[in-house]
């Protein structure tokens, strides 16, 4: 056991069980520490022991290259470490903890107990026990050449498809009115579309590992964002994102199924604007009013012919309407979130109480725009001020009233997710990275007006299939083209299919499937930002100007090693030998899920 202060201790994440390198050099010293552990103390199940070091040691050594003051906090409670087998394929359980403690024992990790949980005393921090590595782990750290970006936050074939649904949590008060739920994944059967979505995400993070994404703003690799009692909560700009697709709530597969996984969903939209992809300025498009619009869409109404130009949120507050000062960007905001939520809701109390927590938490942004006008203008946001609001937009909407505190959310988000899977198909088809945050996109500018064409033809797709579907329940459309294509060869981060492109242009930069890098200081064409607010446009989404920022010293350095780690794996990958190990590994895994997909089903 070690001493660390209060402030190291703080500076500290929690174990993960699945980060993963196929490097034959982390491979050996794995080897190395498990013939250790044998030694010291034989197990009747080495393969066990073997899997869980394998584990344990490549999430310390990548947390090691990120920052060697970054301590690592793992639970001893064997209850923390159940989950479904099929989101656990490398049979991760309780021995972990049996595993850590080996590795104390062998002078292999260094460590501060955890504190009892605060059940157990009235004052003071509870936390569990901290771990870190020792000097002779740091020395075998050193001896093995690794490059952080080798390590993949995933198995290559880990799940990327998950259903969750909600359960009453299992330790709550009894005199609770209404019980606290937790999310929980559960087993599912493959259908043929399952495998096709998990064929493309699992194609859509390969393509995203090659991809050096950053905020070339930033001074640190990290950015903060704030909850409603001011809490920071560091966001940090992790080179590898393993993305996955999650639905929740029944019927299974038909509510949710947004995408999730990425460090820059979080990140606050002010930052977002500063996001560089592959050393290029990007651009964000978005939805108009999504949710709304396609509830008038699951009437067969076209809210953009119905409403004569008008705003989905546009509905009378006199208490804002009539203040002497301009609050009309915190009225939209408010109005926006209150319509969502009244959405997502079963009540009006849900609704309103999720609503004043939004903007509560808005406001300990240092970044937003969003102020809260001052108590004279509105003295309390409760339930007797946001019911009159919540009445005007069901006045002001009287086709879609009835979907109001319906919670129809679910199956409004499932409906973005198909919008976004689309798009996340057809760009990774071109091998174009195109990043999402639910209904929202981020894409290099150049791409920008080929990102806004693609959003439409697959609102306006979406659309027609809702109506289809109204009229002829059973109806089962085939997906796009672009799956059977994607599926026709060999994927990997050595060596790229060769795809077919639509159009010459749009892929400019892109050369053998591989991201030709720009170095920084790339300029977008200066009539983009024009072209993309045509009047075409104005309609169905809405565009974020594009921001050109003089990439900082530590953004520069990034792309830097990024670039070179790229080199060293082109060089690896055009000796004759390869990877040996790696490609093996990775191979297995390709042919096994392009195996499992009929691809006449798609054509």
């Known amino acids: 056991m070690s001493t660390k202060s209060a402030n190291e201790l703080d500076h500290s994440v929690q174990l993960h069980l699945y980060p993963s390198c196929y490097s034959r050099q982390v491979a050996d010293l794995r080897k190395e520490i498990f013939d250790r552990c044998q030694a010291h103390d034989p197990v009747k199940k080495p393969d066990v022991l073997k899997r869980h070091i394998n584990k344990v040691i490549s999430f310390m050594f990548e947390v090691w290259l990120r920052d060697p003051k970054l301590l690592v906090h793992v639970s001893m409670d064997n209850n923390d470490y159940g989950i479904k087998k099929k989101y656990n394929k490398r049979g991760i359980t309780r021995n972990t903890k049996d595993v850590v403690n080996k590795l104390i024992a062998i002078g292999l990790l260094d460590w501060h107990p955890g504190m009892p949980?605060?059940?157990?005393?009235?004052?003071?921090?509870?936390f569990w026990r901290r771990i870190w590595p020792s000097k002779e782990l740091i020395s075998l750290f050193k001896k093995a050449s690794v490059h952080h970006l080798d390590f993949l936050p995933y198995d290559l074939?880990?799940?990327?498809?998950?259903?969750n649904i909600k359960v009453p949590k299992k330790k709550q008060k009894s005199n609770k009115k209404k019980p606290t739920?937790?999310?929980?994944?559960?087993?599912?059967?493959?259908?043929p579309a399952i495998k096709a979505m998990r064929l493309v995400m699992v194609c859509y993070n390969e393509l995203l590992r090659t991809t050096?994404?950053?905020?070339?703003?930033?001074?640190?690799?990290?950015?903060?964002?704030?909850?409603?009692?001011?809490?920071?909560?560091?966001?940090?700009?992790?080179?590898?994102s393993f993305m996955k697709r999650v639905f929740t709530g029944s019927p299974y597969f038909k509510r949710g199924g947004r995408i999730y996984g990425g460090w820059w969903e979080r990140c606050h939209s002010e930052h977002r604007k500063d996001i560089y992809i592959n050393g290029n300025p990007t651009v964000e498009v978005d939805f108009s009013a999504t949710h709304p619009i396609l509830c008038y869409a699951k009437e067969g109404v076209n809210w953009f012919e119905h409403s004569n130009d008008q705003d989905v949120y546009d509905v009378e507050v006199p208490e804002l309407d009539q203040a002497e000062e301009d609050y009309s960007t915190f009225k939209r905001f408010m109005i926006k979130i209150l319509m969502l939520n009244s959405l997502n809701a079963s009540s009006e109390e849900e609704a309103f109480d999720s609503t004043r927590y939004e903007i509560t938490q808005q406001d300990y942004s240092p970044k937003s725009k969003i102020k809260r006008p001052p108590k004279n203008v509105i003295p309390k946001l409760d339930y007797d001020f946001f019911r009159p609001v919540l009445q005007s937009l069901r006045d002001k909407h009287p086709i879609i009233e009835h979907y109001f505190l319906t919670n129809v959310a679910g199956e409004l988000q499932y409906i973005d997710s198909q919008i976004t899977m689309n798009l996340i198909e057809h760009f990774t088809f071109l091998h174009i990275p195109i990043l999402t945050v639910h209904d929202s996109y981020i894409i290099e500018a150049k791409y920008g007006?080929?990102?806004?064409?693609?959003?439409?033809?697959?609102?306006?797709?979406?659309?027609t299939l809702m109506q289809l579907k109204a009229a002829k329940p059973n109806l089962k459309p085939k997906r796009k083209k672009y799956l059977h294509k994607i599926s026709a060869g060999s994927y990997n981060h050595s060596v790229s299919p060769e795809f077919g492109v639509e159009n010459?242009?749009?892929?400019?930069?892109?050369?053998?499937?591989?991201?030709k890098l720009k170095q920084i200081g790339h300029n977008a064409q200066a009539n983009a930002w024009n072209n993309m607010k045509s009047v075409y446009n104005r309609d169905v989404v809405t565009v974020s100007p594009v921001k050109e920022v003089n990439p900082t010293e530590r953004y520069q350095m990034s792309l830097k090693l990024h670039q070179q780690w790229l080199l060293q794996q082109k060089e690896i990958t055009d000796e004759e030998e390869g990877y040996g190990f790696e490609d093996q590994e990775v191979d297995v895994v390709y042919e096994s899920l392009f195996s499992s997909i009929n691809r006449e089903l798609y054509y």
């Open 117 to 126: 949980p605060k059940k157990n005393f009235t004052f003071g921090k509870s």
């Open 157 to 163: 074939d880990d799940e990327t498809i998950w259903q």
């Open 181 to 191: 739920l937790d999310t929980v994944p559960v087993d599912y059967s493959d259908t």
């Open 212 to 240: 050096h994404i950053d905020i070339a703003s930033a001074e640190k690799p990290y950015t903060s964002v704030f909850d409603r009692f001011g809490k920071e909560t560091k966001i940090w700009q992790k080179p590898n």
């Open 449 to 463: 007006q080929s990102l806004i064409n693609a959003m439409q033809a697959s609102f306006m797709q979406e659309r």
């Open 504 to 515: 010459d242009n749009l892929v400019e930069g892109y050369a053998g499937g591989r991201t």
